[in-house]
Structures are given as C-alpha cells and as structure tokens.
C-alpha cells in the first residue's frame, strides 16, 4: 500500500512558476511508476509528466514539455513537479500517481494504470 500526499498548489499571474511536491508514504518497493496528472473542470484527466525511478529519462505531454519538469528525491520519498512560464490553460487540479513497477529502462509510465492517486492540489494561472 502506498499513501501519497501533493502540496504546493497556488493563484500565480500567467509566465509565472511554481513546484508541486508529492509526498510518497508506505511499503518500500523496489522502482515506482511515478506521474503528474491534471484535471480541469469539464476535461478529461491528462498525464503531464511520468517518471520510471529505474528508467532512462522522463516523459511529458506536448501541452508541458519544455516548461515542466518532474523529479524524484528517492531518499527522501517525494516526487516534484516544477513549472514554469505558467499558462492559463495550466489551470487544474494536480494529482500524483504511483504504482510499484518493474519493466524495461526506457518505458513510458504515463501509459500505466495507476493504483495510488494523491488528493489532488490546485492550481490557478491568471492572464
């Protein structure tokens, strides 16, 4: 079982930045699917960035890549999301995911199902 809690989520006026925190608690496995996803209101969720802890490099969608970044501090458990030049359309609610998962280094986590989902956290771009 694992328990994840986001953070970070804020009102920003648009070309803004902010960092999203997950905080990932539980039974220790040995790699995670991890990911950001966001929905906003009247949409369908959307993956924004995956992260495989024992893969090669990080995937995002093309509405985020270039301005976010996620990452992982393995010792201290928590998955990041930084964002920057905000836009309003960036506008949703942000949820982590994770799944324990073992497969080859340069897989693409944000077409796994997810089991463990975080509350969410909201964020807010102005223009």
């Known amino acids: 079982q694992l328990y994840l809690a986001e953070s970070g989520g804020d009102s920003v006026q648009a070309g803004g930045a902010l960092r999203l925190t997950c905080e990932v608690s539980?039974?220790?496995?040995?790699?995670?699917?991890l990911a950001w996803f966001r929905q906003a209101p009247g949409k369908e969720r959307e993956g924004v960035a995956g992260l495989y802890t024992a893969g090669e490099r990080p995937y995002y969608s093309d509405s985020v890549k270039g301005r976010f970044t996620i990452s992982e501090d393995n010792a201290k458990r928590t998955l990041y999301l930084q964002m920057n030049n905000l836009k309003a359309e960036d506008t949703a609610m942000y949820y982590c995911a994770a799944i324990p998962f073992g497969g080859y280094s340069d897989y693409n986590c944000l077409t796994v199902d997810f089991h463990y989902w975080g509350q969410g956290t909201q964020v807010t771009v102005s223009s």
């Open positions: 539980g039974y220790h496995y040995m790699s995670y699917c």
